[in-house]
């Protein structure tokens, strides 16, 4: 059997977890965790019970979903939970009830503008219930009466996320998070998991890892806001830079959200990283911010994260919707994100800041760096390195380095291999300012 | 009798204190102080003797007008002091003598390029007397002797202005400046202290007022840098924004004067209601200065002071003649400088920077500040508020705040007021920086 | 005989001393340094040994070059070193040897897009030897044996530079650089020491000098790196502006080379003085540097050096090849490079930052700085004087005066003066910032 591509690997087990019922909490989350957990064994599963505080907010129960349908009078089931999980309204209470078809009518959510998708909709913090469908569904429901029943429990238990720590030389971190909380939907969410599983699973066998990693799989908004409340001043210490991963499945546009800051770290990584290998991509504002960089860039919380996407949440059609399905990513689409994700933490492995040894050039003729000859031509094929040499002040890092002087990050990085062995250089410690 | 609109109310002020011939000291200024404390009763009249002396100056002999006149051998009165204060040198000194034809028209000032206006003329520091009159009266002098007389008195006098202080929670203070020194004209003048009147009395209703106000009507010039001397050490702990408040009558353009810094306090309020209210004004540079602006921002005093005006003192035609008389000036365009600069003033009390008082976003849908249902619609429905909360950390006054998440600055003082109330953000103090 | 132009004057020293066969070491410097001292009787000439360390390189031994010709087997010198010095390879060893035709091929340079030029080429560092000629000549050379001489020594010695320094009332120094190492070229490199030896003698007989002057004649790049070696920190602690003089002779294009940082003080003057006297010119980027602002503005020297010069090298056709002879380089081509590099040193001695003495406008009327009537007319009049004072804060020198009120250089510099025997404004330090 050929060795499946990183894409197709991805695909797979994005195909494994679509049918899972996620939801902020209860065992759709925990059936995740434990399949990511077959992947990257390291993975810590944690547990907060019902009721614990977090900043502003408080865990709330656990919701457990057996069974949800409505059927007619006739018993037919109309709507049924086992054959699209969307088409329950997500933490809805427990219902056995008959109902007319009007007052079903208020029970009810689609979407008149996209007549064939069911619509993702949810109600973590106020109790009520409810069905969606499509709208061509809907407006066939005739008159009569309707058995509506959701087999829920909501009561207290536990919110799970799983956290992996890979250890590098240094303390220094950096942080991926992505989500595991939406039910049956590719793009948004399940792209985001299996990248970062595969990144995870990339850097687990990085060799000469200089960055310690902290990646988490948590429910979003609520599991950001938990998990921030644990770690916050560890967090601010150590990270360095950090990426939100959603929406990295489908075959479009790249997008770039910035931190609020904009000019963090990890913003000038994402940008060098789509302006050099991506070129044309959709460039957001913060304003347009919806997923967990809301916590990650919240005043007092600060941290340097952006996120590099391929369709953004909120900007395309299938979005939150039962389009969006595994016919919506691809192979190459999660390989093209998995790819640019990956080039970020190469930049950020080798983004060094670097002084020369000595003032004025070196004369690097002594050490084979400079042709015999001086000419015109040959005077230009050392340019890079004498370049790196003129700049080199302790003030660039490789990032700056490489647009200040014009050559590819990489071959900076390159350059500055060459020269440390020949000692013209030495590194300088340079802390990314808050 | 229905009410006066505030336009016609200022109006009628100007049209009372046109006639008055004021000149930067005498009997004109000490009436039209006399007039405005009529309408101001906690306005203040100070007076400061002759050969005092303030900075690199010394306030001149007052000067006092009687009579003056230019008539033919025949008695006919060809100018007449009576008819048109325009007509005498200001601070002519007194004369009473027979001319030839030839050693009058050294004595005479016109404007061959507005034939028909008599321009403004005064020689404050260099004792002589002169008539102006409009060209085409001159070009019709005929030849023969003329007797000139000017029943004036240059004697040790006072200079006065008026100041009025109206206290608010915090003294901190916001300064408004405008002048009383120029006879019979209209946009400059006299729409500055009937228009600086109208928002002294607005400010003195103002409920919950929060800065203290610091009003002056002064002569130009001399006024201010006599004020100065008096008062610059406690206006430079207090001031946080002033305005000249000149040329604010006409109905033409809007123009701004920034401070010679360029981005104080004031010039972010003038430019903020400039560009969100009025749209399309005139900016000018500190370079096309030219009244108090030249002594608040000059260095060593360095005032956070501009002016926002309707036609600019030299840009228009009728600038220093005759022709800025009431028809100039109109109830409507008064109005609108008084809106632009009571706006200016309101965005100033409600101007604070705030911060968030918890890490992470905070629950919104407990405090019923967020639906029920989570659609992609509702959420948009609360993006201000969260939109505000993304950004209040601590560095951003309202102003920033507007043009951070571009929400307009009252919508987003209304957020703020909400979220103060709800404890979810407090205000912090920001001083501006000098 | 009528007297010399300054252009005149400086194409005869070039003629002079073009025949010289410079190097960075031997008789030809040493030859170029007497004729130069004729000019400038306080010409310092200096040597380093041979073996003496300079930062990263260590001083070469001295090359002494004959003769050198090539010949065939019938005696016929085809290239001959005495016809143009040019045609030995730079540092060439000594050689006699007979070759065959292929064996010469790999010992000859030419340009094959220039094939009437004689290229110029060195080989400091690498001992090896080889003859230079057109590519025309060469493809004429028949086969056939060849008798190569080389009549060179490589040998313990001495580098040689000139320093001239000239005292001012202030120990703060301005830094001329140029270099004469190169053999029978004019624009690159004759117009430099001839500009420079121009300027020395209009700086030592500059009245009122306030600047202290260093200026140096070296061999470039070995040059630099060995008086840097041996005056950095005199330089760094006195040095407040320098320029880097060559090519500077031809009468095409004025460019601009910045330094490293790009804002120096040397930076804002060389871009004054082109931006008002020259107007288009080609400003380089330090990436396209090439001469000493390699050393002088590399990392731990940081120098504010920066090049004001005719066609820069490396641009134009000519540059090192035979034609880069004295037709290339014309008077007025020198000349104006001369000028535009003195006005630089006048802006220099000239520019001084100044504060206001009295807060508020002085009154300029009773020091007559003020006509008597205040008219639109006279008020523009005195605009140049009032401007400078309401900017005259002690932030900024001339140079940002000019710009700021829109006044040349030399007049805001005559104003200043004014206002100084006024005592409207006093001199403030303002030692411009690393």
């Known amino acids: 059997m050929p060795q499946q591509s990183i894409g197709e690997q991805m695909y797979g087990w994005a195909t494994d977890l679509f049918p899972y019922c996620r939801s902020i909490t209860g065992p759709g989350v925990r ?14 599963i944690h547990e907060v019970p019902s009721g614990t505080a977090a900043f502003d907010w408080v865990v709330p129960d656990e919701w457990t979903i057996g069974d949800a349908f409505v059927e007619d009078a006739q018993g037919n089931r109309l709507l049924d939970f086992r054959k699209n999980n969307l088409h329950v309204v997500g933490y809805s209470e427990p219902v056995d009830c008959w109902l007319s078809r009007e007052e079903l009518e208020k029970r009810l959510f689609s979407l008149p503008d996209q007549p064939d998708a069911v619509p993702y909709i949810t109600s ?18 005739p008159a009569g009466d309707y058995h509506a029943v959701i087999d829920s429990k909501l009561a207290p238990g536990m919110l799970n996320y799983g956290q992996l720590l890979i250890e590098g030389k240094e303390d220094r971190e950096i942080f991926l998070s992505t989500y595991i909380c939406h039910p049956s939907m590719a793009n948004n969410e399940l792209s985001g998991p299996v990248v970062t599983t595969a990144l995870a699973r990339w850097i687990g066998q990085l060799p000469g890892r200089r960055y310690s990693y902290r990646i988490i799989f948590i429910p979003e908004t609520i599991g950001s806001i938990v998990y921030l409340s644990k770690h916050l001043p560890e ?28 000019d963090t770290l990890a913003d000038r990584v994402a940008t060098y990283v789509l302006d050099a290998y991506v070129g044309d991509y959709d460039r957001y504002s913060f304003l347009d911010r919806g997923s967990d960089e809301r916590q990650y860039c919240s005043p007092l919380v600060d941290l340097p994260v952006v996120g590099i996407m391929r369709s953004k949440y909120g900007t395309y059609p299938e979005y939150h919707t039962s389009l969006d399905d595994l016919s919506l990513i691809s192979p190459a689409g999660l390989a093209g994100a998995y790819d640019a994700l990956r080039k970020c933490l190469q930049v950020l492995e080798a983004n060094s800041t670097y002084v020369v040894t000595n003032p004025c050039e070196p004369q690097l003729g002594k050490r084979r760096l400079y042709p015999t000859f001086s000419t015109l031509e040959t005077r230009q094929k050392v340019r890079g390195i004498t370049n790196f040499l003129a700049y080199a002040d302790g003030t660039l890092d490789l990032l700056q380095m490489a647009k200040a002087i014009g050559v590819d990050f990489f071959e900076c990085a390159q350059i500055a291999k060459t020269l440390l062995g020949h000692g013209l250089i030495v590194g300088v410690g340079r802390r990314e300012a808050e």
Chains 1, 2, 3 share one sequence.
């Open 235 to 262: 967090m601010k210490r150590r990270i360095e830079a950090g990426f939100n991963v959603t929406c990295v499945g489908d075959d479009r546009r790249y997008s770039y959200m910035p931190s609020r800051q904009g």
């Open 31 to 44: 059936q995740t965790l434990q399949y990511l957990r077959e992947l990257l064994p390291a993975l810590e």
């Open 124 to 141: 973590y913090y106020s109790r009520t219930w409810g069905f969606c469908l499509s709208h061509n569904q809907r407006k066939t429901l």
